[in-house]
């Protein structure tokens, strides 16, 4: 059996604890989605997690219809404690309120759920292990290992939890290790600066809000601290957890000359500051720093696949540009990375196994190219403070716009037989070109 071209193993014994047909850098969504379906698949995989669960994540919490989908697909119940469901999103903005229920599809569940990330993982990652997934935390990979002769990775190096030197060897891999994922760029694959990217920033507080059955998102944020207003692209978010918290945040976009120039952080207290006092959002209701995390957008990594080496979620830069969601699509770009691994590694020669791993890309651009190009323009026009403030203006209190903004915003549409807005929002992202 050749290092680049094995097959499944099948020992009667077992594989060796380092070796497997699929090593996973990273058990957030995108990873566990993966190692789940593929172990479902009786792909041997071996999952390998820097931390241990639970830990804590930066994120929102919130989860769209989109996420919820996968959850079921994964048979993953979230009708028990820590589970919080929302009906909708309820916008706030130029001085108006409107709420909107997520819309009534077949393809998708018409609820959205809030949970933390700090056991939302470790949820994912039991699935991932009840379905034959081998699991290792504390485990650091530090780099590739590449076959000399073929130039293609065929295993990494990493540190265990007592700080010795491993190596796992497998004839893929899949990097799920996040936007900095330290595996691509060892690998050459890089960063595009022609794709957009965000910050967020969030911290939990107590407050009366924690079992509100929306989600909530304010639409205006203002940069007071150069001495004039300044309107940023980006929206603040208040997400009741249900535990007598809730997640509040803003998430801004690098479409404007102050991005990178703001401080994040004290932005963040001076918008829950202007909250009512009954919120709760005070110093001393506060729990938790606040901490942020980058947002890597509109396939701001490519190539998906290359060298044995396939990218999904944040590593991938996979977060939708229209509204800031990564999960349901590092779940979803998981399930689609498992499903082509598992077909290549049946194939019974090298070259169509490639061959079939070389659909990947293509299929994400097909699922995801032309929408995230849709939104790299959205990300450019709402960089144009004139042009939010229009449209927070004149937008918001139009019931009917806005149920079409947030279809097209979090993605929720039939692919076949929806109605009007469904068919022009499909049609804009067939025309938009899948770069």
Not at 313 to 340: C, K, L, Q, S, T
Request: glycine content about 12%; overall charge neutral; charged content about 20%.
């Amino acid at each position: 059996m050749s290092q680049t071209a094995p097959t499944p193993s099948s020992a009667v014994n077992g594989p060796p604890a380092n070796e497997a047909d699929v090593i996973i850098v990273g058990a957030g969504p995108a990873g566990c989605t993966a190692a789940y379906y593929l172990a479902q698949a009786g792909v041997d995989v071996l999952l390998l997690e820097k931390t241990s669960f639970p830990r804590e994540k930066v994120c929102g919490d919130g989860l769209t219809p989109r996420a919820v989908k996968q959850l079921t697909s994964m048979g993953v119940s979230y009708e028990g404690d820590g589970w919080v469901k929302n009906h909708g999103l309820r916008i706030i903005g130029g001085g108006a309120r409107l709420e909107l229920p997520w819309p009534d599809l077949a393809e998708y569940p018409g609820i959205g759920l809030v949970r933390t990330r700090y056991d939302f993982d470790q949820i994912l990652v039991n699935q991932a292990v009840k379905a034959g997934a081998r699991l290792l935390e504390r485990t650091t990979v530090t780099e590739p290992v590449i076959d000399e002769r073929s130039n293609r990775i065929v295993g990494v190096a990493a540190k265990n939890s007592e700080g010795d030197r491993v190596h796992f060897r497998a004839p893929l891999v899949i990097a799920a290790d996040g936007n900095s994922s330290r595996l691509s760029v060892a690998m050459g694959v890089r960063k595009r600066d022609d794709r957009p990217m965000g910050v967020a920033v969030r911290t939990y507080f107590t407050s009366p809000r924690h079992d509100d059955d929306y989600l909530e998102s304010w639409l205006e944020l203002w940069d007071r601290s150069a001495g004039k207003d300044v309107l940023l692209p980006g929206y603040g978010w208040i997400f009741g957890v249900g535990d007598g918290t809730s997640n509040v945040g803003l998430g801004i976009l690098n479409s404007t000359a102050s991005f990178g120039k703001v401080d994040y952080r004290e932005l963040l207290r001076r918008w829950t500051q202007s909250m009512p006092e009954e919120w709760g959002f005070t110093e001393e209701n506060q729990q938790g720093k606040i901490l942020g995390a980058a947002l890597p957008m509109g396939f701001n990594r490519t190539p998906h696949y290359a060298r044995g080496l396939l990218l999904v979620g944040d590593a991938g830069g996979m977060v939708n540009p229209f509204n800031g969601e990564g999960i349901a699509y590092a779940m979803e770009a998981g399930h689609i990375a498992a499903d082509v691994v598992a077909q290549a590694l049946s194939r019974p020669t090298q070259q169509a196994r490639e061959r079939t791993l070389l659909r990947y890309p293509v299929i994400l651009r097909d699922t995801y190219g032309g929408y995230y190009t849709l939104g790299r323009y959205f990300v450019k026009m709402i960089g144009n403070p004139d042009f939010m403030k229009y449209a927070t203006k004149y937008g918001l209190p139009q019931p009917l716009l806005m149920r079409f903004t947030l279809k097209l915003l979090a993605n929720l549409t039939e692919p076949t037989h929806g109605d009007a807005m469904d068919r022009v929002i499909n049609g804009l992202s067939k025309l938009a070109p899948a770069a």
